[in-house]
Structure formats: structure tokens, C-alpha cells
């Protein structure tokens, strides 16, 4: 009985009471702790059949279901069984074991999603009409105003679903420790272009499409692992899907597939190496011999003629070379009808190509100089200066890591590299001691890149200046490593800052495309694995208590409101004989009346705005 309560609820303290009666009963023999013990075996478990402990064991983010009631358990139900996981079975391994992908219909998924009236609010939303600037250049505010969306025939229907796909492998184990890589899962995940940008990527509704451990899936490869999804999305494409009252029938289709280097390449049918072979770039054709000659290069724009030119080279036919100026084999993912890889449908991530690559190692080596050469602080006093900084609310979480000097690249993950470039300048701002000085013109000018390749709207004016400034800072580096004065190297991933200002005239803003709100989705998996401890099935086990989780969230609302206030009070009645004259004067500008409160805490589509936040309301020429 011992064992068994254990395994339920480990750390109940049942577990303690059951022990004692246990010790009791053996020694006693009595019929009353007998009947003690079936008690207190039942208990745990009956518990564990109300509250679905394999559902909600994890922490997920379900605060807005703490009232939930109980008539909504049949819909949840019918929600589940109408968008159950499906195993696919993908052969034998080298040891005769049947191997399986678990792959959650995308139709059935999107059906089960369109059944929550939320969802089908947001999708009727219409998107941001075109807008330019005070001069008249075109502003870029989502995918929609990029050429690859514009260009895509399925997409001129504007009801169309505009389906993103992400994927990537995450450790659910420890990555340094003795089982990383043997439990190593692929992941692929969706979420639809048509609702807003700062509700798209919300990891609430954000679907679950296929789970696939690596090794199964290096071994019996795309074409087998991916069949049903693309046998799906084939059909969404050609025929589409009934999702709306009226019966009518909706089409879709891929915008792009998202993910980090190694795994657009792989999708990609390239080559999954940047430092080992001649073309590395999945944007040109340029080779790495000319890349070391001249930096700012760029090859011919890869097309879909041309990665077809070298999937019929003889060479590669027959098996002499591995690849043919970087292309490996046809993606499986070029049959569908309106994408292919080459039209850009594999965007750049800002997170691992800017922050963990780019800054990570230039930002280093700049604060090396400072501190070792320069001598204008300690490594000491820089990161106190970090720790005690006055961070504004939205940046506290963010926080830069310590700056160790022992290394030539920053610890920190790309969002808190990403504050780091933001405020560097105000947490050094007295000890800057000759403002001229080169490197600390290279760090202004990284800076001005990172400003401009992050902003969520952009002109094409902006766009120009940021292909200037990208050129202008490659230039500049490599004469300073090729006179000595830095000791470092430009990398493949300085190479991808030249393309993207193209990339955003395809794609739209880069923060649009990026991966850091997918990977949020890992950090469920991990806490569910972790929890239950059963790495018989990693896959299967995931799958099952996500879709379970999914139809839980369905029966709730997806979106949170508009607008949301804490602490507020209503503006009639408001004293205003306690306010400063200067206070009086800026509220004189606003007619305030019953229906409106006045706050310290609101949230406004996705952005949190407390007391001490500065928040533009204008621009005077």
C-alpha cells in the first residue's frame, strides 16, 4: 500500500499516515487498521480522478480557470475526442523495435480551436490598413504588408488561413547530463497569421502538431515522419475545411515554417554545417572562400530554379557528393502547392542570429577592450553597475546576466542580451571617458541595427538606412580586426545581417517571424516530463496530457481582454485638490468623465503600462 500511494502523490501526507497504519497493521494485526488503510489508499486516488492530476499537475498558465465550472466537463470531452492524437508508425531501428511519431491532425485541431468563440471574434478582426510615414514611405506593420504574402496567390483570398509552422528539438532531460540526447524531441507547432500580432503567438492556443524523438526522426527521415501533416496541408490548400457557421469552405495554407539555423536547414534540405563546408547560406550562393576575401559580398539570390539545377546534378544523383552548393535533397515540404524554400519560406530568428550570435560575441569583445585596454572600469564595478541598475518594470524579468572576463561571449539568453544593447549606454553613461573612440562608435553603431531590425512597424525609407548602417558596421569591424586593434572574426551569422533588409521586405518586421514565443511552448513539455518522471513513451505521454490541457483551455477564453485594469478607480469623484499644478495642467488636454477610471496597473494588447512607465503620446518635428 506503501508503494502504491507513493507513485499517485509522492509528496501527499498520506504518504507519512499510510507508513504508521502500515507499521500498526503489522503489528497489531487489527481489522480496524486494516480498514484504515483502505481508507487512506483510496483517498489519494480519489482525488486524482476529480481534479485530472495528469492535467493540471504541471502549473500550467490556467489562473483565468480557477472558476471553472463543472457543466463545462462534457465539452471538454467532446473536445478532446475530436482532436486526439494520432500514432504513426514510422518502421523498425536497427534493433527490431517498432518506432512511432505521434502527429495531432492540423484539420481536426482547427476545427476544435474554430469551436471557441474567441477564437472566431479574433479571426473576423480585420487586419491594420496600409499606412505610410510623415514622408510618405510605406510603413511595414505585420506579414501581411511583406512581398512573400503579397506574392502567394492562395493569400489573395483575405479569409484564407494563414498557417505558421514551427519546429525545433528540445532536451527534455538534462543537456549536460548523461541521458542529453537519448530522450531529444522534435517538436512542431502551429499558430494562424489572421489574429493580431500581440495575441498571435500566444503559447494558450498555439497548436500541437506532430512530437517525433531526433534519432527516430534522422533515421527514418522527412518524407516518412512529415507524410501525414503534408497529406493535410495538401488538402486544407486544394479542398479546405468547414470551420464557420455558414458552412462555407475555408482554404490555407503555410506563410513560413519557422525555426532556428539547424533546423531551417534541415527542413530545408541544406546543409546543416556553417563552418565545415563551401555554401552555407540557405539566402545565397555565397562561398565561404569569398565570404574571407570580402565580408560585405553577396551572392546570387537562391531561387527555385536554381535549387532545382542542383538537385540533377549527377554527382550528387549518385551519392559521390553530400551536397551541391549547399542543397542536400529535395524538401518534402516543396510539394506542397503554394510554398517552397527557396521563395524565402524560412525566415531568419532575430533571437539566434542577433542576440545569441552577432551581439553575443561583438558585445563581448567591446566590454573586454573597455575594461582590459581602455581601463575605464572593472569588470567588478560593471557588473555591480548591472545588478543595481533602476530597471524599468517590463525589463526586471530580462535582467543581463554578470559579465565574466574569463570568456568571449555573454552568457545571458537573447532577451536579456537584447536589454543589455538597450541600456548599456545609460548604465556606463559617466564612465564613457572619450565618447569618439572606436570601439565605442562599433557598439552605437550595433546598437542602431538592433533599434531598427527590431521595431514592430518600419518604412522602406528606415529599411535603406538599415542596409546602410549593416554594410557600414561589417566594414568598419573587419578593418579593425584586419589592423589588430580586436582580436575576433566575423561569423556566418554577420553574414545574415546583409540580407536583412530584403528579408523584412518579404517577411515584414523580423520581430513578426521570430521564435522566442514558440520556444515558451517547450518549457510545458519539460515541466510535464520532469514531473511525472515516465520516459517510457516521452512522445505519446507529452502529447496525450497537452491535448487534454488544450481541450481544458478551449472551454475558457483564449484572448484576454483588450484592455485590462488593476487598481483603478473611476475618474467621477476623482480629488484633484491633492495634485500638483503641473499634473492639473497635462490633464487639462483629456475630457475625462463617469465612464472613465483612472489606474495604476493596466495592460493594453499584451503591454503592461504601471506607475513610472513612460509611455510616447507624440512627435514634434
Avoid at 8 to 29: E, F, G, I, Q
Avoid at 327 to 356: I, T, W
Avoid at 424 to 445: A, E, G, M, T
Avoid at 607 to 612: D, L, N, S, V, W
Amino acid at each position: 500500500f506503501y508503494f502504491t500511494s507513493t507513485t499517485v502523490c509522492p509528496k501527499s501526507p498520506y504518504t507519512l499516515l499510510l507508513a504508521t497504519v502500515t507499521a500498526l497493521y503489522c503489528t497489531l494485526n487489527s481489522i480496524s487498521a486494516m480498514v484504515c488503510i483502505c481508507v487512506l489508499w483510496m483517498m489519494p486516488r480519489v482525488w486524482h480522478w476529480i481534479w485530472r492530476k495528469d492535467l493540471l499537475s504541471t502549473k500550467c498558465q490556467i489562473s483565468q480557470y480557477k472558476s471553472f465550472p463543472s457543466e463545462n466537463l462534457q465539452a471538454i470531452v467532446q473536445l478532446c475526442c475530436s482532436s486526439v492524437m494520432e500514432c504513426s508508425v514510422l518502421g523498425r531501428n536497427d534493433a527490431n523495435t517498432e518506432k512511432s511519431s505521434y502527429y495531432v491532425p492540423i484539420k481536426e485541431s482547427l476545427k476544435s480551436l474554430f469551436r471557441n468563440e474567441s477564437v472566431v471574434r479574433e479571426y473576423k478582426i480585420p487586419g491594420d490598413d496600409p499606412c505610410t510615414d510623415h514622408e510618405g514611405s510605406r510603413v511595414l506593420q505585420d506579414i501581411t504588408d511583406g512581398l512573400g504574402y503579397k506574392r502567394n496567390q492562395l493569400f489573395s483570398d483575405p479569409n484564407a488561413l494563414q498557417i505558421i509552422l514551427y519546429q525545433d528539438a528540445f532536451e527534455v532531460c538534462n543537456p549536460i547530463g548523461s541521458s542529453r540526447k537519448k530522450h531529444k524531441v522534435l517538436a512542431v507547432y502551429a499558430t494562424l497569421g489572421n489574429f493580431r500580432p500581440h495575441v498571435r503567438y500566444n503559447a494558450d492556443h498555439t497548436l500541437l502538431v506532430l512530437l517525433c524523438t531526433e534519432n527516430d526522426f534522422k533515421q527514418f527521415g522527412h518524407d516518412v515522419v512529415f507524410h501525414d501533416l503534408l497529406e493535410d496541408l495538401k488538402s486544407l490548400e486544394t479542398e479546405g475545411i468547414d470551420l464557420l457557421e455558414d458552412g462555407t469552405l475555408v482554404k490555407g495554407g503555410v506563410v513560413f515554417i519557422a525555426g532556428d539555423n539547424l533546423g531551417s536547414h534541415s527542413i530545408g534540405g541544406f546543409v546543416e554545417s556553417f563552418s565545415k563546408v563551401s555554401h552555407w547560406c540557405r539566402f545565397c550562393l555565397l562561398s565561404s572562400n569569398e565570404f574571407v576575401r570580402n565580408p560585405l559580398s553577396l551572392g546570387p539570390v537562391r531561387t527555385e530554379a536554381s535549387y532545382n539545377m542542383c538537385l540533377q546534378n549527377p554527382a550528387l544523383i549518385e551519392g559521390s557528393v553530400v551536397h551541391c552548393q549547399g542543397v542536400k535533397f529535395d524538401s518534402c515540404f516543396n510539394a506542397l502547392g503554394h510554398y517552397h524554400v527557396c521563395n524565402s519560406g524560412l525566415p531568419p530568428c532575430l533571437g539566434h542570429d542577433l542576440f545569441e550570435g552577432v551581439v553575443q560575441y561583438d558585445l563581448a569583445i567591446y566590454l573586454k577592450f573597455i575594461v582590459k585596454e581602455l581601463k575605464w572600469l572593472t569588470y567588478e564595478e560593471l557588473n555591480r553597475r548591472i545588478l543595481q541598475f533602476n530597471y524599468a518594470p517590463s525589463d526586471k524579468s530580462n535582467r543581463p546576466c554578470e559579465i565574466s572576463p574569463n570568456t568571449d561571449k555573454l552568457g545571458g539568453q537573447a532577451m536579456q542580451n537584447w536589454c543589455l544593447v538597450r541600456l548599456l549606454p545609460l548604465i556606463l553613461h559617466d564612465k564613457i571617458l572619450d565618447s569618439n573612440h572606436f570601439v565605442w562608435q562599433l557598439f552605437l553603431l550595433l546598437k542602431d541595427i538592433v533599434e531598427l531590425v527590431c521595431a514592430p512597424k518600419i518604412s522602406e525609407a528606415s529599411i535603406a538606412f538599415l542596409g546602410s548602417l549593416i554594410r557600414e558596421y561589417l566594414f568598419e569591424l573587419s578593418e579593425t580586426i584586419r589592423e589588430g586593434k580586436l582580436v575576433s572574426k566575423l561569423r556566418p551569422k554577420h553574414h545574415y545581417l546583409l540580407h536583412y533588409p530584403n528579408l523584412i521586405l518579404h517577411f515584414g518586421p523580423l520581430v513578426r517571424v521570430w521564435t522566442m514565443r514558440f520556444e515558451c511552448k517547450h518549457k510545458y513539455f519539460k515541466r510535464c516530463i520532469r514531473s511525472s518522471q515516465n520516459f517510457t513513451n516521452v512522445c505519446m505521454s507529452l502529447s496525450d496530457k497537452h491535448q487534454l490541457l488544450q481541450a481544458f483551455r478551449c472551454a475558457g477564453s483564449f484572448f484576454p481582454e483588450e484592455c485590462v485594469l488593476h487598481d483603478s478607480n473611476p475618474c467621477f469623484g476623482f480629488v484633484v485638490d491633492n495634485l500638483r499644478d503641473g499634473i492639473l495642467t497635462a490633464l487639462e488636454r483629456f475630457s475625462f468623465s463617469s465612464d472613465d477610471f483612472i489606474s495604476y496597473h493596466a495592460a493594453f494588447q499584451g503591454t503592461t503600462y504601471k506607475k513610472g512607465s513612460f509611455v510616447a503620446v507624440g512627435r514634434d518635428e
